[in-house]
């Protein structure tokens, strides 16, 4: 709140993240605009077509009533190492009603999935599955809830050191007697790992047995103690994308970048990868 203190602050902020290298108008490709500061947030007249753009326009801002600063602070929450939010932590943090904090997390984790969705792993690949369970649960529902088997799966380099991580829910159709069937694991190496990836190796059933996929616990419990601890438990509805947080953080971290900058790059619709 230090560093972007003002409204005005933060607009300039999204704007940078969105256009780096100066405006550009979304309709012409111009450069040139002058800014008309009459509403809220400031518009981009753009000096050839006359189009005018806001700098939440096309972004998951777009048509906002929440300040870009209450934005960008749930961002931060959202992009602390080993932290996240909930919304009801971040409405009481940002004063918002809770429907609001509630969409406002929504927003900013669909924008986070459409990237690691998009991401695939290359180098050395390890995969196996991994249950995952709500912690807290009374005697009914434990006896009713199955755990749902996560595929947890890491790329090391050539030195082994790691470097990228995915957490993808297993369609149910991939598993038979708690194994991961073959038809599965192809879908998986298709859809989400590089076709020039040195090796990927497998863990049929659950990976605690598997000493060659013993790298990817820390991150399966890791992932675990999270979730159950900031949300106190596991919608199965929700659970991709709060794997998808999680593996973020992750990702960021062994990347060396800036969670949070690289959130507000990825709030202002700019691909992370370019
Ligand atoms: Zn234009």
Same mark, same amino acid.
Not at 45 to 57: F, M
């Given at each position: ?13 999204? #704007? ?31 000096? !050839? ?23 960008? /602070? ?9 932290? *996240? ?34 991401? !695939?792993?290359? *180098?050395?690949?390890?995969? *196996? ?58 879908? #998986?190496?298709?859809?989400?790992? %590089? ?5 990927? %190796?497998?863990? #049929?059933?659950? $990976?605690?047995? /598997?000493?060659?996929?013993?790298? $990817? ?6 992932? /675990? ?13 929700? @659970? ?5 947080? #999680? ?6 971290? @062994? ?10 790059? @990825? ?8």
């Amino acid at each position: 709140m230090d560093r972007y203190g003002s409204e005005a602050d933060c607009v300039k902020l999204l #704007f940078q993240a969105r256009w780096p290298n100066g405006f550009s108008c979304p309709c012409c490709g111009h450069t040139q605009a002058c800014t008309v500061t009459t509403r809220r947030l400031p518009l981009y007249e753009c000096r !050839r077509c006359a189009r005018q753009t806001s700098p939440t326009a096309g972004t998951i801002l777009e048509k906002t009533r929440t300040p870009i600063a209450k934005w960008l /602070y749930a961002m931060y929450l959202v992009s602390l190492p080993e932290h *996240g939010v909930n919304a009801v932590e971040l409405a009481a943090r940002i004063s918002v009603a809770y429907k609001t904090a509630f969409a406002m997390l929504r927003k900013i984790r669909l924008a986070i999935s459409a990237f690691t969705d998009a991401e !695939r792993l290359s *180098g050395r690949v390890q995969a *196996g599955l991994t249950p995952f369970q709500r912690l807290y649960l009374t005697a009914r529902e434990l006896s009713e809830e199955h755990p749902r088997p996560v595929v947890t799966s890491l790329s090391v380099d050539e030195r082994g050191q790691p470097r990228q991580v995915k957490m993808v829910l297993l369609p149910p159709n991939h598993l038979e007697h708690r194994c991961w069937l073959p038809i599965g694991q192809r879908e #998986f190496q298709d859809r989400f790992v %590089s076709s020039d990836s040195a090796s990927v %190796s497998f863990a #049929f059933s659950s $990976l605690l047995a /598997y000493r060659h996929c013993q790298a $990817l616990i820390p991150y399966h419990k890791a992932a /675990y103690r999270w979730m159950n601890d900031t949300f106190r438990g596991l919608g199965t509805r929700y @659970l991709q994308s709060y794997l998808d947080e #999680f593996v973020y953080r992750v990702n960021c971290g @062994l990347r060396g970048q800036s969670a949070f900058d690289s959130l507000v790059r @990825l709030s202002a619709g700019v691909s992370l990868s370019a």
